[in-house]
């Protein structure tokens, strides 16, 4: 990697919310204060700016590709490459398969124990992402980062749940009624799966709880964690 390297952050994007997007824009202006590449622009496979349109903007000479997605599935090998029209580019890994998703899971769930007013130790940790209802059961990155955060012994428990697969966020969260649950959301943007679906579901479960139950807190996604550019980085390289 050198300097004169242009890099390509594509992410998903929303047609329903425009700003879905802003955190992979957020981490495209700290990679660009950084000068570690020259420049770097971002195309959304939903919304603007599009991918052709980043490519344009970035020209000839040689770029990378990081996919701003959580999982290696159907986006990172089949859309991304489609989207880029055969151009010669370096495509790295997605970021949510990164080692270092586990610390921000992580810190993400300390901050929000604070929040609460709880120690860690009696705070039960569920971490949501998509998953598959056309290809259930692959192994996910959620549930590598899940199981090594859980091996920290921080907290009373800490579980995976998704949207489109077993198992399914209302079926763990009321596996968890003995804690306080902080909810972090394992998602690349803030679209409908983090503004309305996780929302609804915390929702339901804290009114089945009722007022003498604990709080279920929804704590964000990880992606908005700034440290997400140093994933960044280091897919790119």
């Known amino acids: 990697m050198s300097a004169h390297d242009t890099l390509l952050l594509i992410g998903h994007g929303s047609a329903r919310y425009p700003d879905a997007a802003a955190a992979i824009h957020r981490h495209a202006a700290a990679l660009r204060q950084s000068n570690r590449f020259a420049p ?89 992402g998509h998953g598959s209802s056309s290809a259930p059961g692959r192994t996910l990155a959620l549930h590598r980062h899940t199981s090594r955060v859980a091996a920290t012994e921080l907290f009373a428990r800490v579980e995976y749940a998704c949207l489109e697969e077993p198992p399914l966020v209302a079926d763990v969260l009321t596996g968890l009624r003995a804690h306080p649950v902080v909810v972090i959301g394992f998602f690349a943007g803030s679209g409908g799966h983090v503004r309305d679906d996780i929302p609804t579901l915390i929702a339901a479960e804290q009114a089945a709880r009722g007022d003498a139950g604990f709080a279920v807190q929804f704590h964000g996604s990880v992606c908005d964690d700034p440290a997400m550019a140093e994933i960044i980085l280091d897919q790119a390289t």
């Open 40 to 128: 770097v622009a971002v195309g959304l496979l939903n919304g603007a700016p599009s991918v052709s349109d980043a490519l344009a903007e970035l020209g000839a000479g040689s770029i990378r590709v990081v996919p701003f997605f959580m999982e290696d599935g159907y986006f990172t090998r089949v859309a991304v490459p489609r989207t880029l029209g055969g151009r010669d580019v370096t495509i790295g890994p997605p970021v949510g398969v990164h080692d270092g998703m586990a610390g921000l899971i992580e810190r993400q769930a300390l901050a929000a124990c604070d929040v609460l007013g709880v120690a860690s130790r009696h705070v039960a940790v569920l971490v949501v």
